[in-house]
């Protein structure tokens, strides 16, 4: 087998020699007949996809993480014309200028090459991927998670026969086999992968951090805070915290813990209210617990101990922290945080300011959900993930994010003297 899968990267890297000088216009028809293929062959994808299920359980996070809909497929092929849309990221001008030997030179934006994403579950995220990496001129090496083996297989067959019909080296695009020796053949192929990318649970993210030789983009796991600061609005928050936690409580940036000024726990049982239609179970420390032992479903109510926070839940749980000031909560948050998505609910200009500059995260918000960190929300098309670093990127990975530089030097004969 490691002798097939270094064949398929060396075929991969192949591949890339075309694809920065594709027209924009071949990229954006090719995707949007790669939408329209995949709302034909929907049918097809939904069957792989029960397949695939009948091997989760519907109580772990993974299921819903794993589940295709009619409409979750209609947003795959939307995001797929929303990146035909997208401006080309390639051959742009970045910097230039003229030497006093009269040397021309020019900074121009370029493909990283072949880059290799390592995911779980999620099967859109194979389509997100492919047409971000394709739109930007690059390779891409897919290794999902074997829970999603079947849907993510005719996925690719789909997206490869497109390309196949439109005279387009389909070896640009590869599904390596779900077991974990690909993994490990994966992070020493630096002969064939320029940069990879993994995209999951902080367990796979450390692995990969720790056993590549090939440059790693970390899309780090989601441990999300909501402060809900003594100048907060009542009802915004109560809003903000049920969309942040309820949406998709799978999801990177779901809410995992409320922070709360101890001069509003009288208003606490207020904000956490609508979150008992849910079911959302709920750790509290002491203060928190006391202000809502009589104020919220006792069944759902738990005391917190230090494990529960700077817990990424992925679940209809989360933890409740009292702190007596904006800079107590900030404090916690950049101890117990990911780095991934931090907010706060508040009409204190000053503390809003305090906050945005002192907390360490990708991205950071006032009194609105965590919910928007998402490529498609950042007017980015899509998006490969979420860098919770700070080389090379930071925040949702988007086209121009998928790309480097190179130095273009335009001469009449010049030669250096010293």
Excluded at 82 to 107: F, H, M, Y
Excluded at 148 to 160: A, F
Excluded at 342 to 352: G, Q
Excluded at 380 to 393: D, F, N, V
Aim: proline share 3%; net charge positive.
């Amino acid at each position: 087998m490691q002798r097939t899968i270094a064949k398929q990267l060396h075929g991969a890297k192949l591949a890339t020699t075309g694809l920065s000088s594709m027209p924009v216009s071949k990229i954006n028809r090719v995707l949007r007949t790669i939408a329209s293929a995949i709302t034909r062959k929907k049918k097809k994808i939904l069957s792989a996809n029960q397949k695939d299920l009948r091997l989760i359980s519907k109580t772990d996070p993974y299921y819903d993480r794993a589940l295709l809909t009619p409409a979750r497929i209609s947003g795959i092929t939307g995001q797929l014309r929303d990146v035909a849309k997208l401006p080309s990221p390639l051959n742009k001008i970045l910097e230039q200028r003229t030497l006093p030997n009269g040397l021309r030179l020019s900074k121009i934006s370029a493909p990283l090459g072949v880059v290799g994403v390592i995911y779980e579950s999620r099967p859109n995220v194979t389509v997100e991927v492919f047409s971000l990496l394709f739109k930007s001129g690059n390779a891409c090496v897919l290794k999902g998670g074997k829970e999603v083996r079947r849907t993510n297989t005719v996925l690719v067959k789909i997206i490869q026969q497109v390309l196949k019909a439109n005279k387009i080296n389909s070896n640009c695009v590869l599904l390596l086999p779900s077991d974990r020796a690909a993994v490990k053949q994966m992070l020493r192929a630096d002969k064939y992968i320029d940069v990879l990318i993994p995209r999951g649970s902080a367990g796979l993210i450390k692995y990969v951090r720790e056993n590549s030789i090939i440059p790693v983009i970390e899309t780090g796991a989601g441990v999300v805070h909501t402060y809900f600061d003594k100048s907060g609005n009542e009802k915004i928050g109560a809003k903000i915290i049920f969309n942040a936690k309820t949406r998709r409580p799978s999801v990177c940036n779901a809410l995992d813990t409320l922070i709360i000024h101890q001069a509003r726990l009288k208003d606490l049982s207020k904000l956490v209210a609508p979150l008992v239609k849910s079911k959302v179970i709920i750790y509290t420390d002491r203060q928190a617990y006391e202000a809502l032992k009589n104020n919220y479903d006792y069944n759902l109510l738990r005391r917190a101990n230090e494990k529960d926070f700077g817990k990424e839940f992925l679940s209809l749980r989360m933890s409740i922290k009292t702190v007596a000031s904006a800079r107590e909560a900030i404090s916690f948050i950049n101890q117990h945080g990911s780095k991934h998505s931090e907010a706060i609910i508040a009409r204190d200009k000053k503390i809003i300011e305090q906050f945005f500059n002192q907390v360490d995260a990708a991205a950071v918000y006032s009194n609105t959900s965590t919910a928007f960190t998402d490529g498609g929300q950042f007017g980015l098309g899509a998006e490969i993930g979420t860098s919770t670093q700070k080389l090379h990127a930071r925040g949702p990975l988007g086209l121009r994010e998928l790309t480097s530089y190179k130095w273009i030097a335009r001469g009449n004969g010049q030669i250096r003297t010293v």
